[in-house]
């Protein structure tokens, strides 16, 4: 990704974790201190997972002014049915909280999506083909010199991921590294991308080592 | 490869639960299994890897920090940090006295170019629901309009979207943005405040009220019974509220506890005999007669 600048900013020493914070505010809605510190650990998250939902979905209008209201729509959600949402969540790390404000976030703009494009009768619905193209047509990672994004498609197409799966040596995980392989063919994930989500419990250079595995076994078997 | 038979597709959280790696091995191996062969949950998996990059770029840090700064002076424009001078006695007097008198002029001003407008987000409010009546039943405070059916809720001539803005900056509390967003009947976002001012300490009569009209208005049949108990809280609070035993026998009718609506309505012409709400009440209590 360019222009890193930092990383999200988590708990100093000394504060609540922030899977016991977010659950303490579920259970103490009207705690003034505890909703303060949800708002200066979590405020500047909710605000980019907004900002890049809306990115995602193609919404560039007026960014700066939705983001507040619909960062307002998120606390809201957190807080509705006697903060029902929040005392359901049961995560016990720092990235659980994280992928927890995404899916609100994520789904606070899905809706808001939803709203313009009937409030517009449809006129602004993107075809998911125009996503799926914008997704294909992302800048040529810098570790797969070997393709042409242009011609994927029809690459993927032939290839057969099952085949993938059934010749790979690595049976534990050969479901996963598939998965791997179309992450960064398809949807244009670097390997340092993968590599940071624990799910896929590989470092960078794990990443890397499964797609030229990969690509040397599917070259072979052309 | 999307349209394949592959199973039912996988929810967002699971999709990052995936991500996390807290998901059981079984239920791992059945998410890959379905993952490598949907090209839409695959690339909804690949939505929230974009959502949740850890690393923030230029960019995006300085969009947070445009975007943090408005929310900011929206809410936060109260507390103004004082700024020590230390200038000569001599001198802070004199400026004193200029400041006295443009602060003096400033509000002679003030008063007189902006006396219509509302200072407080209690007066946001109530000035909207002079102008409209949303429901039959009462808010605290409400004075007595006849009811106009209407679809919507929008009054001609006001734009909510910009008053919210205007609440947000007159540093509304629970109640009031309750009260602003039930008499747009967005019971989604009225019920949560209200049900935060009605746990904070010290919560009214008013409080109780309110939050027993919008779960009487929400159309939503489990929260009926619940508008019941808000209106005899309210009454237990202070039992000359009107508003209260306004709605309670509004509430009774809407039930189809004829007896009980009738003798509530008695109740409150008991409290109310002469305004516009005990004629309206007046005449619902002859309906029931007749």
Not at chain 1, 45 to 64: A, G, K, P, Q
Not at chain 2, 62 to 74: D, E, P, T, Y
Not at chain 2, 241 to 257: I, S
């Amino acid at each position: 990704m360019p222009n890193k600048v930092r990383r999200f900013r988590w708990k100093k020493s000394g504060e609540m974790s922030a899977p016991d914070l977010v659950r303490s505010c579920g259970e103490k809605l009207t705690d003034r201190d505890l909703w303060r510190q949800f708002q200066e650990r979590f405020q500047g998250l909710i605000f980019t997972y907004v900002m890049r939902s809306l990115h995602l979905r193609h919404i560039e209008d007026d960014v700066m002014d939705i983001v507040p209201d619909l960062a307002q729509e998120v606390f809201v959600r957190l807080v509705q049915n006697d903060g029902r949402v929040l005392r359901s969540f049961k995560g016990t790390t720092e990235f659980s909280v994280m992928a927890f404000l995404a899916r609100i976030s994520a789904s606070v703009v899905q809706d808001y999506q939803r709203h313009i494009a009937s409030d517009k009768r449809g006129a602004q619905v993107i075809p998911i083909d125009y996503v799926k193209a914008a997704e294909s047509s992302r800048k040529k990672s810098a570790d797969a010199p070997e393709f042409d994004y242009s011609q994927l498609s029809s690459i993927v197409a032939w290839i057969d991921m099952e085949r993938v799966v059934a010749s790979d040596p690595d049976r534990k995980n050969a479901r996963r590294n598939a998965l791997i392989f179309q992450l960064h063919y398809i949807n244009g994930f670097e390997s340092g991308e993968i590599a940071q989500f624990p799910g896929f419990e590989l470092t960078k250079s794990g990443v890397q080592a499964i797609l030229a595995r990969l690509r040397k076994r599917i070259r072979n078997e052309r | 490869m999307s349209d394949r038979d592959h199973g039912q597709c996988l929810t967002d959280e699971t999709l990052t639960e995936y991500l996390e790696g807290g998901l059981e091995p079984a239920v791992k191996a059945a998410s890959e299994v379905h993952l490598i062969s949907c090209d839409e949950c695959r690339n909804q998996l690949a939505f929230f890897m974009r959502v949740l990059q850890p690393d923030v770029t230029l960019e995006e840090a300085n969009s947070v920090k445009a975007i943090a700064a408005q929310w900011g002076k929206k809410t936060d424009n109260r507390a103004m940090p004082q700024r020590k001078l230390m200038f000569p006695r001599l001198l802070v007097a004199l400026a004193s006295v200029a400041a006295v008198l443009v602060i003096s002029v400033m509000l002679v001003w003030i008063v007189r170019e902006r006396a219509a407008e509302p200072k407080s987000a209690s007066e946001v409010v109530q000035l909207l629901l002079t102008q409209n009546r949303p429901f039959e039943s009462r808010m605290a405070g409400e004075p007595h309009r006849p009811i106009i059916r209407t679809r919507g809720s929008e009054s001609p001539g006001v734009s909510y979207s910009l008053l919210a803005g205007e609440m947000t900056r007159l540093s509304a509390n629970s109640h009031e943005m309750g009260r602003f967003y039930l008499l747009q009947k967005d019971f989604g976002r009225a019920i949560p405040y209200l049900e935060i001012a009605e746990r904070e300490v010290g919560a009214g009569a008013a409080v109780h009220n309110d939050l027993g009209v919008a779960y009487l208005e929400s159309g939503n049949a489990a929260q009926l019974e619940k508008a019941g108990s808000e209106f005899l809280h309210a009454l237990q609070e202070d039992k000359s509220f009107a508003a209260a035993a306004f709605n309670l026998a509004l509430f009774y009718e809407r039930t189809n506890a004829g007896a009980q609506a009738e003798a509530q309505w008695k109740r409150y012409l008991e409290l109310d005999a002469n305004s516009d709400w005990a004629t309206e009440a007046w005449g619902r209590l002859q309906g029931l007669s007749h």
